[in-house]
Nanobody, 117 residues
Framework: QEQLVVSGGGLVQPGGSLRLSCAAS????????MGWYRRTPGKQREWVAT???????NYADSVKGRFAISRDNAKNTVYLQMNSLKPEDTAVYYC???????????WGQGTQVTVSS
């Protein structure tokens, strides 16, 4: 069964940091670029960052220079290090294949990140 289990969210003050982890089933992780996405209430889910199987990175302009995506191929896990967090980063964060259609509709529960003083 395909799975995407995200952890590491929470409440942090502006300027703080958080690290998200996503444990994926091998069928999703091994042959796909992996990415992070986020959704705020009333908005569509948006793409945040991608890491390919070869380690190439790409970021949305809104997080470039502050967020860092990485992957551990031995653990089928992808990470998102988030620094210099801003209130507008508040969202539910998800991980998935890139494009997400490669995971056959699986999304997982996501994790809430709240940036507030």
């Amino acid at each position: 069964q395909e799975q995407l289990v995200v952890s590491g969210g929470g409440l942090v003050q502006p300027g703080g940091s958080l690290r998200l982890s996503c444990a994926a089933s091998g069928s999703i992780f091994r042959s796909n670029a992996m990415g992070w996405y986020r959704r705020t209430p009333g908005k569509q889910r948006e793409w945040v960052a991608t890491i390919t199987t070869g380690g190439n990175l790409n970021y949305a302009d809104s997080v470039k220079g502050r967020f860092a995506i990485s992957r551990d191929n031995a653990k089928n896990t992808v990470y998102l290090q988030m620094n210099s967090l801003k209130p507008e980063d508040t969202a539910v964060y998800y991980c998935n294949a890139v494009p997400a259609s490669r995971a056959g509709g699986t999304w997982g529960q996501g994790t809430q990140v709240t940036v507030s003083s």
